[in-house]
């Protein structure tokens, strides 16, 4: 992390995987590097799903995209390629696309602009 130009944190809206975020956000302050937050495998519109966004938000940047969890990105996986590659039109491609286009405009921003908020352990 200690060279990385952005790090992206995959984030499932779970108990678990919130839990984790302190612990994460720990490692990235470490190693001082840019950072945001990708909600992914999300139900869609449950309550759950609008927790973890407001629970990642208060820690840091987080993709305006969420990617939900459907039956596509399995099915993609069996057969070797990627939802984007599988079916281009879909909802799970165009989650993807618009992640990776919001990624890209974080790296093309200068560093000194990168959230870097202050975690505090506990």
Do not use: W
């Not at 869609?44 to 940047?61: E, I, S």
């Amino acid at each position: 992390m200690a060279h990385a130009t952005l790090v992206v944190v995959p984030v499932r809206p779970s108990p678990d995987d919130l839990d984790a975020v302190g612990d994460t956000l720990s490692l990235i302050e470490a190693a001082g590097c840019p950072f945001m937050f990708v909600l992914t495998q999300a139900k869609p519109r449950t309550r759950l799903q609008m927790q973890a966004v407001l629970a990642l938000a208060k820690h840091g940047k987080l993709a305006p995209t969420v990617i939900h969890d459907r039956t596509d990105f399995p099915t993609a996986a069996i057969t070797g390629r990627t939802v984007t590659e599988m079916e281009q039109g879909g909802p799970s491609a165009a989650e993807v696309r618009d992640v990776l286009t919001y990624v890209l405009t974080q790296l093309r921003k200068p560093a000194s602009t990168h959230s870097m908020k202050k975690v505090a352990n506990g």
